[in-house]
């Protein structure tokens, strides 16, 4: 089975530049998709095929992908930008995978 | 853009069945697949199943903990998909969503850009 991998928990100053990362074998092969999730709220993409915003998602949300590691960055961080953030790919044995979670703390 | 609602969470016995509804609306929903994820008490998400549409191949595909008791189905004419939930277990205690479910190809991909905000499942005696 296909396995993703993040840092359980991010820390960030307001107003600096957080980096949460999704590590998978050869996960630059595949398209990544990332949610936001507020505590109690349903998640919300805000990436998708990799660096893909939909719209309404700030151009602060960025994304990247290569190799082992794919990356979601937040430029000028905002206390609103206090969540977990989740990544997902497709696996065709394991289909629908997303990562453990990350929480971003803002400081 | 489109809105979800979830419905039929409860509490349920275990062993037991229980129907959960996504109705749909301001998209066209046959054009679409649809994803239920659940997410337990302070743990991650965690993908259930999907139904595709029937215009790419209407296909369902589960997650290993739910195949041979979860069946996922639509209603297209009615814009609602369904997750029925059979022999039930205490670790399906959750909140499920549903959610408007994307797919491509090259490489192939699916996911998800509208959610609903939800519904409780709980699993105990």
């Known amino acids: 089975s296909y396995e993703l991998s993040q840092p359980l928990s991010v820390s960030v100053a307001l107003g600096q530049t957080a980096t949460i990362t999704c590590g998978g074998n050869n996960i630059g092969s595949k398209n990544v998709h990332w949610y936001q999730q507020k505590p109690g709220q349903a998640p919300v993409l805000v990436i998708y095929?990799?660096?893909y915003r939909p719209s309404g998602i700030p151009e602060r949300f960025s994304g990247s992908n290569s190799g082992n590691t794919a990356t979601l960055t937040i430029s000028r961080a905002q206390a609103g930008d206090d969540a977990d953030f989740y990544c997902q790919v497709w696996d065709s044995s394991t289909y629908v995978v997303f990562g453990g979670g990350t929480k971003l703390t803002v400081l | 853009e489109g809105q979800l609602v979830e419905s039929g969470g409860g509490l349920v016995q275990p062993g037991r069945s229980l129907r959960l509804s996504c109705t749909t609306a301001?998209?066209?929903?046959?054009?679409?697949?649809m994803s239920w994820f659940r997410q337990a008490p302070g743990k991650g998400l965690e993908w259930v199943g999907l139904i595709r549409s029937k215009v790419y191949d209407g296909a369902t595909k589960y997650a290993a903990s739910v195949k041979g008791r979860f069946i996922i189905s639509r209603d297209d004419s009615k814009s609602i998909a369904y997750l029925q939930m059979d022999s039930l277990k205490t670790e399906d205690t959750a909140v499920y969503y549903c959610a408007r479910d994307r797919l491509g190809l090259n490489p192939f991909y699916h996911y998800m850009d509208v959610w609903g905000k939800g519904t409780m499942v709980t699993v105990s005696s």
């Open positions: 301001g998209f066209t929903f046959g054009d679409f697949g």
């Open positions: 095929k990799d660096t």
